[in-house]
């Protein structure tokens, strides 16, 4: 009997003891059962709900009920919540909420900064140039000191790194991280390996009517194989990387029919990247934009960040959209994931979203590029979606030309040409238009021998 109370006390104290996980870029959060602490009487609290198993639909109702603002979801089983005034532990309890925790400054802030590991881009002096969302409007001192609306509720500031914590003392502050890395090409016989030609040769279907936008390095052309289809809304060229990522997606192949695109009927409004995406909300209407294509880094393996945030958010607001990104060149890199060299890659940042295609190169042999970046997602997700050739890709250059690139760059425009067939295929067939949800099922089950 004596050995089974002490039995029953040691588990009893275990349970006492449990902790829940809280999984944030800045660090990993141990907090225990039955802390409920920093709840506001007379304002509103944010701050971050945790349960001791999954959260069910019927355990967010609960809070609902009880005027409790639901937001997104952390990991582990926890979401970020806005408690109303005078509510208290007990009725968050009885909700089946296991623990209430107030956003701590260091748990608003990205890993990065929250270890001073400032990236390198992002310095200005002894400075260092942020970004920061807020929930429902910008705190005074910050418009004071010249805050920059991004859009979507995110502003950029340039600040001392020893006010990070201070900035983050605001509660309409929800989270700071780095400026986003500025974008570089990535670079290193795309119609007959992804099978395309079978199925344009069967039904003749080649992208007409569809309008894809594509953010790559400046001015693209002249060249005859975009004639009387190109918008062009860049700037100064830097290169001919755009001209063959704009080839691969809808070039006509007019002199050279091996440099055929994918979508050769399509149409395209072509930007200095990332002015694609950052205009996509409005001309995906006034354009009817409905597949965008990025072949550019955004940071190794940089996790959920605001460009991440928005990209989801287009596909939401528009569902007939996809964001096609190439997925990256650093195959055998280690980028911090935490498994070693060759794992956790992916060069974004914004091709990392869930709602969003990233791709990877390919041979024509179907095996995958030693250079092509690999997953997961830094958040463990499957990363990326799909594969396309991308070595020694041929396609348009500038001046009526033509030649050879390697490298994810190549695999995204083939992949975005695809989804313009399969936007065309069920606008005939249909005669309405796909939700991008839709076509990155549909092209599972087409038939592509």
Known sequence: MTRFLLLLLTIVGFQAQAQLALKLKS???????????????????????????????????????????????????????????????????????????????????????ASLNIPEWAWVGDEVAIQFEVRQSLPTAMAFFGAQALGNNWYTLVVDPND????????????????????SPENLNSRQAS???????????????????VGDDGEIGPHVDYKGRLTSLAGTSLGDHGDHVAGTVFGAGNVDPDAKGLAP??????YSYPNNLSNIDAH????????????????????????????????????????VFSAGNMGGSNCNYGAGAGWGNVTGGHKQG??????????????????????????????PDLCAVGTSVYSTEPQNTYGLKTGTSMS??????????????????????????????????????
């Open 27 to 113: 660090g990993i959060y141990r907090i225990e059962e039955e802390t409920f602490i920093g709840i506001k009487a007379q304002r509103t609290t944010y701050g971050v709900a945790l349960w001791d198993g999954p959260v069910l639909a019927e355990d967010k109702k609960a809070l609902e009920d009880l005027g409790v603002v639901v937001m997104q979801y952390l990991p582990e089983n926890a979401f970020e919540v806005a408690l109303p005034a005078g509510i208290n532990a007990g009725a968050l309890k009885n909700a089946g909420i296991s623990a209430f925790v107030p956003f701590s400054t260091a748990m608003k802030l990205d890993g990065p900064l």
């Open 164 to 183: 990070l914590l201070s900035l983050a003392a605001y509660d309409q502050i929800r989270f700071i991280q780095a400026i986003e890395e500025p974008g």
């Open 195 to 213: 099978r395309i030609h079978s199925l344009q040769s069967s039904v003749g279907f080649e992208g007409q009517g569809v309008v894809i936008g």
């Open 265 to 270: 009927k399509s149409t395209m409004i072509y």
């Open 284 to 323: 995906s209407s006034l354009y009817g934009i409905r597949i965008t294509n990025s072949s550019y880094s955004n940071g190794c393996n940089a996790g959920y960040t605001s460009y991440t945030a928005q990209v989801d958010l287009d596909a939401i607001q528009n569902p007939s959209l996809l964001h």
């Open 354 to 383: 869930k709602n969003v295609v990233a791709c990877a190169n390919i041979l024509y042999n179907d095996v995958l590029a030693s250079s092509s970046s690999r997953g997961p997602a830094s958040d463990g997700r499957i990363k």
């Open 412 to 449: 995204a425009p083939a992949i975005s040409g695809f989804f313009a067939v399969l936007h065309n295929i069920h606008d005939s067939l249909y005669n309405n238009t796909a939700d991008g949800g839709l076509l990155k099922r549909l092209h599972l089950i087409l038939p592509t021998t």
